[in-house]
């Protein structure tokens, strides 16, 4: 393929993220150096107060308020409990539905991407209705099963697809030479359904992280996670350049997280990251 054709081909994937992407997280960004008005607008000169704040340091009194990793600490716990809890029901779901005849398959696959047809404000309201006669909502237990509720599916769907393209033959070889079953799965399907695993990992755990819908409505006031803090600034409060500054700190973590995977997966490939 000639230079030409190339860019041509990456030109309008590449104008689509520089419009949709690029710009508005540079202008989020320079957001974040400016400051907030008497009156909500943005404006004044350029200052590292909101990043001092998102950081914990109060200038205006002069000390550390560490609120902001706290809450940070408990979007990355919840998101993560979230994640390995949809993993530990999703995966074996994944190979229960791939493994069933064509026409139990479609039903069942069906029936996991039916609640996607109703409104997400809907279902998540439908929990309180069911929450409530536990004296679970709000809590953080709530916002936990709501959660989990809201992100197996993303989770199922492509392990699901991973499963549907495991060679059972490696199976069949390992026990044929004498592996027992735990360890005939491990060698023989485990490594074929990865890609899948860490899709749906990713898939379950980034949105997660950064979810204030569910803790909005599940979870109330004292269990806000940096969704809500970001929402919150964005909106009730009108203090654009603190919320850009949330914001990036979130994006940062994001982005550390797919790095880190990056390397690993990049330097051992995904055959030895089991």
Known sequence: MTPRRFLATLGSGVLWLAIFLIVPSLIMLGYSFLTRTDLAQVGGPVTLENWQRVFGYDALFREWVPDNVRVLWRSLWLAALSTFFCVLMGYPLAFYIARQDERRKNLLLLLLIIPFWTNFLIRVYAWILILRPFDLVPSLTATFLGMVYAFLPFFVLPVYSSVEKVDWKLLEAAEDLGAPPARAFLAGVFPQTLPGLVA???????????????????????????????????????????????SFLLMGVVLLGLWVYARIAGQKGLEELI
């Open 200 to 246: 749906g990992i990713l898939l379950t755990f980034i949105p997660a992280l950064g979810m204030f819908v569910v803790s909005d409505i599940l979870g109330g006031a004292k269990t806000a996670l940096i969704g809500n803090l970001i929402q919150n600034q964005f909106g009730q409060a009108g203090d654009w350049p603190y919320g850009s500054a949330l």
